[in-house]
């Protein structure tokens, strides 16, 4: 008996970016109902976090794309790496809009998403689920394969026989044909032959 790993069904990596997928959505939907989508330098706050109606758009595209990666185990890790990725960069460039950091070489763009302090923390706290998702190991289950029977490899006398008996014709006669046994004649039984006036004694019963 073989045994073989597999991954076993549903992965808890694919519950959490479906989850986080489904959040992602609400917040930006949310945020769509504070800001409205008409006018794209509006900004309000939902839950304390700045937002305007590109902080919208983009909280709704992160969250789409996560339903569709919790499809696979890999595509959920993939999508793990992308948010520590995406909202790590984020967070560094928050730092400097919002002037902890000093140096902004991306100054010229302004603050196209409205963020604000809480916002610098919130996209921290989602990279670090984004790399808890990328690192998450697979939970696997023992399988057991069944070995093949292989034949026994027949002996050199046997080799060039042929596997295949020729079947008898339709109508061979398979049953042994059966023998006619005389029984020996007693001596009244006798016939004499005429000329030697002798009975031969092999016909005579003993």
């Known amino acids: 008996?073989?045994?073989r790993i597999k991954v076993a069904g549903l992965q808890p990596v694919q519950v959490l970016a479906g989850l986080a997928g489904i959040a992602f959505i609400v917040f930006g939907v949310v945020g769509f109902t504070r800001t409205g989508v008409g006018d794209w330098a509006a900004q309000s706050f939902v839950l304390g976090f700045s937002v305007n109606p590109l902080?919208?758009?983009?909280?709704?595209?992160?969250g789409v794309l996560g339903l569709?990666?919790?499809l696979g185990s890999g595509l959920s890790r993939t999508y793990g790496w992308l948010l520590f990725a995406g909202f790590g960069a984020?967070?560094?460039w928050d730092l400097m809009i919002t002037g902890i950091?000093?140096?902004?070489p991306a100054q010229e763009f302004g603050n196209p998403l409205a963020v604000n302090a809480n916002d610098n923390w919130l996209h921290l706290g989602l990279a670090l689920f984004g790399l808890l998702l990328a690192v998450m190991p697979a939970r696997r289950k023992l399988v057991e394969d069944e070995v093949p029977v292989v034949p026994e490899p027949r002996s050199e006398a046997?080799?060039?026989e042929p596997d295949t008996v020729t079947p008898a014709p339709a109508n061979a006669i398979t049953e042994p044909l059966p023998t006619h046994h005389r029984e020996p004649v007693t001596q009244e039984q006798a016939v004499v032959d005429p000329k030697t006036e002798r009975v031969s004694k092999d016909k005579i019963k003993h």
Request: proline share 0%; net charge neutral; hydrophobic share 60%.
């Open 101 to 104: 950091l000093a140096q902004n």
């Open 1 to 3: 008996m073989t045994h």
């Open 158 to 160: 046997f080799r060039d």
């Open 68 to 70: 569709l990666t919790a």
């Open 90 to 92: 984020l967070f560094v």
């Open 55 to 62: 902080h919208n758009l983009v909280m709704v595209a992160v």
